[in-house]
């Protein structure tokens, strides 16, 4: 998978831009709030239709202007994809594929992939179950549209089993219409455990296949129970939380509430990590979710890398970039990476661009306003 042009129209601070991408590593480098983050964002639109910094479209457009614009070129295997996507202040969000209209951007979700590494999702590694979740989730959605549908049929039944249960505290519903949504939610809750605890198996299975390509020893565990219900046993289940689930006013027991625990060389890394093994429990985890993707589809995601190299040190960062090398090597082909950086000694001394055929680099000034 590779993007080989995009354009960029009053998107973040970029008024009219275009640029070119080679299938090596290309670079966006220059002082922060030069607009090299956004470049990546706007690849990421155009990947799933959405930006991975903030759900709000409307503040991806530029200061003044009504609407953005973005149009990107991607090829893979000898397949090509032209995907354009619009946001206007009134008419909303309007996106493009081969110039067709789509309704749904479910329908890019998994065409063209990419695996992002930005100091915004940190929040996997530090934040809640919700976001470990939510990551679990869009790596598995890429890969498996028949997870996708479930998940989405979940989140609607749960949704009404909801307004059911405000209903009844509210003396507007009687209590047996629970019953018709607790056996959707028992059929939908225990296929989607299934699948996520098999797809957390095999997320496992990548992730330790990088931790032992890696020179540094280490140990990195992504703990999930599996819950082993059948629809009859879910809605169980379901019957003995009602009385809590009534007293709290949502559904208190399913997917919903799981979590995948984060360790660490043995330990909990939310509690004890440092600044510097989160970030390199990130890279790892990341570099697991392209492994993971090029097994499921057989094809190599484009890597977007954000400020990489950050909060590591020069050894750290050389033994990531040997590991980048040998996933080459293994997939006897380049994985098309785009990283942005402020300091370009700093990218090369780490290594990053040797080894590479091609490079190509852009220079982005803090006014990126042509």
């Not at 991607?74 to 008419?91: E, I, K, M, N, P």
């Not at 749960?158 to 949504?181: A, D, F, M, P, Y």
């Not at 390199?280 to 057989?298: P, R, W």
């Not at 040190?313 to 970039?321: F, P």
Request: net charge positive.
């Amino acid at each position: 998978m590779s993007i080989s042009t995009l354009y960029l129209s009053s998107f973040r601070n970029h008024k009219n831009k275009e640029f070119d991408f080679c299938k090596g590593v290309t670079v966006f480098w220059g002082d922060n709030g030069s607009g090299k983050t956004s470049v990546l964002e706007a690849i990421h639109t155009l990947s799933i239709g959405k930006s991975f910094r903030t759900h709000r479209q409307k503040t991806l457009i530029r200061s003044g202007d009504k609407r953005f614009v973005l149009k990107g070129t991607f090829s893979s295997g000898g397949r090509s994809d032209t995907v354009a996507a619009q946001y206007d202040l009134v008419s909303g969000q309007k996106i493009k594929l081969n110039g067709k209209p789509i309704s749904n951007r479910k329908e890019l979700i998994g065409k063209n992939s990419v695996v992002v590494l930005s100091p915004e999702e940190q929040n996997i590694t530090k934040g809640g179950p919700e976001n470990r979740r939510q990551f679990f989730d869009k790596v598995f959605c890429v890969t498996d549209a028949a997870y996708l549908d479930t998940l989405q049929k979940y989140g609607r039944v749960i949704k009404q089993r909801n307004v059911t249960i405000q209903g009844i505290n509210e003396g507007k519903t009687n209590l047996r219409e629970i019953e018709s949504w607790n056996e959707q939610l028992s059929q939908v809750g225990a296929l989607l455990w299934k699948k996520r605890a098999e797809f957390m198996r095999n997320f496992n299975s990548s992730l330790h296949w990088l931790l032992k390509k890696n020179k540094e020893p280490l140990e990195i565990d992504v703990l999930y129970t599996e819950k082993k219900l059948d629809p009859g046993g879910y809605n169980q289940e379901l019957k003995k939380t009602q009385e809590k689930d009534i007293r709290f006013g949502r559904t208190t027991f399913g997917p919903h509430r799981d979590d995948m625990g984060i360790h660490w060389q043995g330990k909990n890394l939310r509690n004890h990590g440092s600044q510097g093994e989160h970030k390199l429990c990130l890279v790892f985890l990341k570099l697991a979710e392209a492994v993971y993707i090029k097994e499921k589809t057989g094809s190599r995601p484009i890597l977007l890398l954000d400020d990489l190299f950050a909060k590591l040190d020069l050894e750290r960062n050389r033994g990531l970039v040997t590991l980048f090398h040998t996933m080459d090597r293994e997939w006897e082909d380049t994985t098309q990476t785009i990283i942005t950086t402020t300091d370009m000694v700093d990218l090369e001394n780490s290594g990053m661009l040797l080894g590479h055929k091609e490079v190509k680099t852009h220079h982005l000034e803090r006014k990126c306003s042509t």
